[in-house]
């Protein structure tokens, strides 16, 4: 029996290694994702991280009251145990994604006023406009990359408009954004963690001369009102205004962006899929829905155990550190039939991929509502959706996404519903 757990523990090791390090596993996870919950779906990596990937595993920890993201014990043993010297760690350890309750509850209550059901309607029609008016320079050309010239300036602009940020500094806060990210990755290189402290300081400086600015004169943004709000007698402390900024942009023009991208991906790829859509546009929601399951902007979230957890009758003990792989257990087969099939027909999916329990994605309305506007618009005016080449994929495991989208397409209804002139 023993032999057999440990021979089943390195075949999961070694399909971890090949996710992490190697070009082969970075180009194609998911079929070590298949390798490692076949081989050992609960286990202790040779990193020291446990590992979950199997669906019902995964959906019991996130909801467990004794799971919570403590970067004290996430970076610990990490970084010759000076983790703390580097901006960037700093940084994430003062993020709301970050705090605990009862700091957590405090925070989101605060920021959640921007992503209440009735706010995120009142967007639907700036993302019709600012969709409509990136789409018609591609319109003219009959392509492009719909992924940074479409998608990172829409999802930007619906953010930036939030806490009142220039849509003109997109560009740098972009670049800082990507450099910072870095952190999440496990296999985060010396020269990666350098570019994520510069791109931490940056990004601090910037968002701190924001809130100074909206300090001095109020605006009509989340912003100002956050500045003025109070929670119990309790106002947020400047660093805590700096990092719910940082944190708006962030989660929402980047993940967003491969949200929509990944979505075009996926129908272009499956024709037949997308078929069904259009000639059927009540399929959409679960459509929406299918991308979410099959090719998620985040692949892994990091937590820990506050007390020992039992998962899929096996024991993770306290204070450890636990790699949860929400793209594995997307495509677990006892959750999901034919798994690895895109299927907008799919039906009684219980997804995670905005994450569960305290730290559910306090934006997912307002970009659910983005892919509705912009898959709804793509399936109903152009046809011949093709791609241009294959995408270059970005090479990491937390947020394995693409750096590109080249498209080509043929126009064949007009924004206001009337047909193209052959």
Known sequence: MTATIAQSSHAADEALAELLFSPEGLADPFSRYHRIREAAPVHRSTLGSWVLTRHDDVDEFLRDKHVDKNVYT???GRFSGQWEQHHALRKLAANMLWANPPDHTRLRRLANRAFTPKRVREHRALIERRFDSLMRPLDENGGGDICNDVFFPLAFSVVAGLIGVPEE???RLRAWIRDFQRVFEVGMTASEL??????????DDYFGE?????QRERGDDLLSALIDTSDKGSRLSFEELVQICHMIIAAGSETTTFFLTNGVHQFITHPDQTDLVRADPSLLSGAIDEVLRYAPAAHMIPRTTMSPVDVGGVTIPENARVMVMIAAANRDPARFPDPDRFDVTRTGTALMSYGLGTHFCLGWRLANLQAEVVFSALLTRYAELTLVESPRPRTRVAFPQVEDLGI????????DGSQVSA
């Open 210 to 214: 924001l809130v100074r600015a909206r």
């Open 194 to 203: 350098r570019a994520a402290n510069d791109a931490a300081r940056s990004l």
């Open 74 to 76: 996430w970076m610990g």
């Open 169 to 171: 500094d997109a560009p």
């Open 408 to 415: 080509r397409f043929r126009l064949i209804r007009h924004r």
